[in-house]
Protein backbone atom coordinates (compact mmCIF):
# COMPACT_ATOMS: atom_id res chain seq x y z
CA UNK A 1 0.00 0.00 0.00
CA UNK A 2 1.30 3.64 -0.42
CA UNK A 3 -0.06 7.08 -1.14
CA UNK A 4 -1.05 8.68 -4.51
CA UNK A 5 1.65 11.24 -3.83
CA UNK A 6 4.78 10.77 -2.30
CA UNK A 7 5.74 12.97 0.42
CA UNK A 8 9.49 12.70 -0.93
CA UNK A 9 10.95 13.33 -4.73
CA UNK A 10 12.17 10.78 -6.71
CA UNK A 11 15.82 11.42 -5.99
CA UNK A 12 15.07 11.03 -2.56
CA UNK A 13 13.19 7.91 -2.06
CA UNK A 14 16.29 5.79 -1.55
CA UNK A 15 18.44 7.92 0.62
CA UNK A 16 15.07 8.49 2.99
CA UNK A 17 14.91 5.01 3.40
CA UNK A 18 18.13 4.22 3.90
CA UNK A 19 17.93 7.08 6.94
CA UNK A 20 14.80 5.91 8.40
CA UNK A 21 16.75 1.58 7.86
CA UNK A 22 19.51 3.21 9.71
CA UNK A 23 17.37 4.69 12.70
CA UNK A 24 15.58 1.20 12.99
CA UNK A 25 19.10 -0.34 12.98
CA UNK A 26 20.24 1.68 16.01
CA UNK A 27 17.38 0.90 17.84
CA UNK A 28 17.23 -2.83 17.17
CA UNK A 29 21.25 -2.15 18.68
CA UNK A 30 20.26 -0.79 21.49
CA UNK A 31 17.23 -3.33 22.42
CA UNK A 32 20.18 -5.74 23.95
CA UNK A 33 18.82 -9.26 24.09
CA UNK A 34 14.75 -8.67 24.80
CA UNK A 35 13.74 -9.97 21.96
CA UNK A 36 10.33 -11.56 23.79
CA UNK A 37 9.33 -8.34 25.18
CA UNK A 38 5.75 -7.12 24.83
CA UNK A 39 5.51 -4.58 22.53
CA UNK A 40 2.37 -1.77 22.18
CA UNK A 41 1.29 -4.17 19.18
CA UNK A 42 -0.96 -6.14 21.35
CA UNK A 43 0.62 -9.68 21.20
CA UNK A 44 3.64 -8.82 19.60
CA UNK A 45 6.74 -9.51 21.13
CA UNK A 46 9.82 -7.25 19.69
CA UNK A 47 11.05 -10.07 17.95
CA UNK A 48 7.19 -10.50 16.41
CA UNK A 49 7.74 -6.55 14.71
CA UNK A 50 10.89 -7.16 13.71
CA UNK A 51 9.73 -10.44 11.53
CA UNK A 52 6.55 -8.50 10.63
CA UNK A 53 8.83 -5.50 9.62
CA UNK A 54 11.25 -7.62 7.23
CA UNK A 55 8.45 -10.21 5.99
CA UNK A 56 6.52 -7.44 4.45
CA UNK A 57 9.42 -5.72 3.06
CA UNK A 58 10.24 -8.75 1.13
CA UNK A 59 6.67 -9.40 -0.02
CA UNK A 60 6.66 -6.01 -1.38
CA UNK A 61 9.95 -6.75 -3.32
CA UNK A 62 9.01 -9.83 -4.78
CA UNK A 63 5.44 -8.40 -5.97
CA UNK A 64 7.69 -6.21 -8.10
CA UNK A 65 9.39 -9.03 -9.49
CA UNK A 66 12.68 -7.76 -7.36
CA UNK A 67 14.83 -10.32 -5.51
CA UNK A 68 13.33 -10.14 -1.83
CA UNK A 69 16.84 -11.69 -0.34
CA UNK A 70 17.04 -14.46 1.92
CA UNK A 71 14.92 -15.98 4.49
CA UNK A 72 15.45 -14.28 7.40
CA UNK A 73 16.73 -16.08 10.41
CA UNK A 74 15.09 -14.68 13.39
CA UNK A 75 17.38 -16.44 15.79
CA UNK A 76 19.24 -13.10 16.31
CA UNK A 77 16.87 -10.31 15.20
CA UNK A 78 19.09 -7.55 15.01
CA UNK A 79 21.26 -9.48 12.79
CA UNK A 80 18.69 -11.06 10.52
CA UNK A 81 17.33 -7.02 10.11
CA UNK A 82 21.01 -6.31 9.07
CA UNK A 83 21.54 -8.70 6.23
CA UNK A 84 18.19 -7.74 5.00
CA UNK A 85 18.38 -3.81 5.40
CA UNK A 86 21.67 -3.89 3.48
CA UNK A 87 19.96 -6.23 0.53
CA UNK A 88 16.54 -3.72 0.17
CA UNK A 89 19.18 -0.57 0.15
CA UNK A 90 21.10 -2.29 -2.43
CA UNK A 91 18.32 -3.07 -4.56
CA UNK A 92 16.31 -0.05 -4.24
CA UNK A 93 20.73 1.57 -5.50
CA UNK A 94 20.24 -0.32 -8.35
CA UNK A 95 20.19 1.74 -11.41
CA UNK A 96 16.18 2.58 -12.33
CA UNK A 97 14.75 0.37 -9.53
CA UNK A 98 13.39 3.18 -7.15
CA UNK A 99 11.92 4.89 -10.19
CA UNK A 100 9.97 2.04 -11.59
CA UNK A 101 5.89 2.51 -12.24
CA UNK A 102 3.41 0.29 -11.12
CA UNK A 103 -0.20 0.16 -10.24
CA UNK A 104 -0.66 0.63 -6.20
CA UNK A 105 -3.55 0.43 -3.68
CA UNK A 106 -4.35 4.02 -4.38
CA UNK A 107 -3.26 4.24 -8.99
CA UNK A 108 0.45 4.79 -10.29
CA UNK A 109 3.20 5.38 -7.98
CA UNK A 110 7.03 3.86 -7.78
CA UNK A 111 9.18 1.06 -5.98
CA UNK A 112 10.87 4.21 -4.55
CA UNK A 113 7.72 5.85 -3.17
CA UNK A 114 6.78 3.27 -2.12
CA UNK A 115 9.83 1.56 0.12
CA UNK A 116 9.90 5.07 1.92
CA UNK A 117 6.37 6.45 2.46
CA UNK A 118 4.97 3.08 3.17
CA UNK A 119 7.54 0.56 4.51
CA UNK A 120 10.19 3.61 5.28
CA UNK A 121 7.01 4.99 7.56
CA UNK A 122 6.95 1.58 8.76
CA UNK A 123 10.20 1.12 9.93
CA UNK A 124 9.94 4.89 12.08
CA UNK A 125 6.35 3.68 14.01
CA UNK A 126 8.21 0.07 14.80
CA UNK A 127 11.29 1.95 15.67
CA UNK A 128 8.70 3.53 18.76
CA UNK A 129 7.19 0.20 19.19
CA UNK A 130 10.58 -1.63 19.43
CA UNK A 131 12.44 1.61 21.63
CA UNK A 132 9.68 1.93 24.39
CA UNK A 133 9.23 -1.83 24.87
CA UNK A 134 13.14 -2.44 25.45
CA UNK A 135 13.43 1.04 28.24
CA UNK A 136 14.53 3.15 25.28
CA UNK A 137 13.66 7.10 24.50
CA UNK A 138 12.33 7.53 21.37
CA UNK A 139 11.04 10.46 19.79
CA UNK A 140 10.69 12.33 16.99
CA UNK A 141 11.01 15.90 15.63
CA UNK A 142 8.28 18.42 14.68
CA UNK A 143 9.06 18.32 11.17
CA UNK A 144 9.74 14.16 10.90
CA UNK A 145 5.73 14.14 12.59
CA UNK A 146 4.32 16.36 9.85
CA UNK A 147 6.09 14.57 7.55
CA UNK A 148 4.85 10.97 8.86
CA UNK A 149 1.28 12.79 9.19
CA UNK A 150 1.66 13.44 5.45
CA UNK A 151 2.15 10.26 4.47
CA UNK A 152 -0.91 8.96 6.60
CA UNK A 153 -3.29 11.34 5.46
CA UNK A 154 -2.87 10.40 2.11
CA UNK A 155 -4.55 6.65 3.31
CA UNK A 156 -7.42 8.39 4.63
CA UNK A 157 -9.82 5.72 6.25
CA UNK A 158 -7.44 2.79 4.42
CA UNK A 159 -4.80 3.83 7.56
CA UNK A 160 -7.23 2.06 9.97
CA UNK A 161 -7.85 -1.37 7.71
CA UNK A 162 -7.17 -4.87 9.36
CA UNK A 163 -3.07 -4.74 10.33
CA UNK A 164 -2.51 -1.16 9.88
CA UNK A 165 -3.01 0.83 12.79
CA UNK A 166 -5.55 0.72 15.59
CA UNK A 167 -8.13 3.13 16.18
CA UNK A 168 -6.26 7.13 17.33
CA UNK A 169 -5.90 7.75 21.05
CA UNK A 170 -7.22 10.54 22.69
CA UNK A 171 -4.26 13.16 23.74
CA UNK A 172 -4.43 16.28 25.20
CA UNK A 173 -4.00 19.53 22.96
CA UNK A 174 -1.04 20.13 24.45
CA UNK A 175 0.78 16.69 24.10
CA UNK A 176 4.43 16.84 21.78
CA UNK A 177 4.56 16.23 17.99
CA UNK A 178 5.57 12.69 18.72
CA UNK A 179 2.86 11.81 20.96
CA UNK A 180 -0.01 13.03 18.74
CA UNK A 181 1.35 10.74 15.86
CA UNK A 182 1.74 7.79 18.07
CA UNK A 183 -2.05 8.59 19.22
CA UNK A 184 -3.14 8.95 15.96
CA UNK A 185 -1.57 6.18 14.93
CA UNK A 186 -3.53 4.11 17.66
CA UNK A 187 -0.64 3.83 20.51
CA UNK A 188 -1.33 5.15 23.61
CA UNK A 189 1.86 7.41 24.19
CA UNK A 190 2.22 6.50 27.77
CA UNK A 191 2.20 2.51 27.20
CA UNK A 192 5.18 0.89 28.95
CA UNK A 193 6.02 -2.53 29.04
CA UNK A 194 4.67 -4.90 32.05
Known amino acids: MTQRTSTTTQDQHAPTF ?102 GWDLVVHGSDVARATGQQWSISDEEAQVLHAAADGWGEALYSEGICAAPVEVAPSASATDRLLARLGRDPHWQPT
Open 18 to 119: AGRAAGFTSILIAAGDAWDAPTPCAGWSVRDVVAHVIDTQRDSLADRGLDAGAVADLTLPAAAWEVHREHVVAVLGHDGVAEREYEGYFGPTTIGATMTDFY
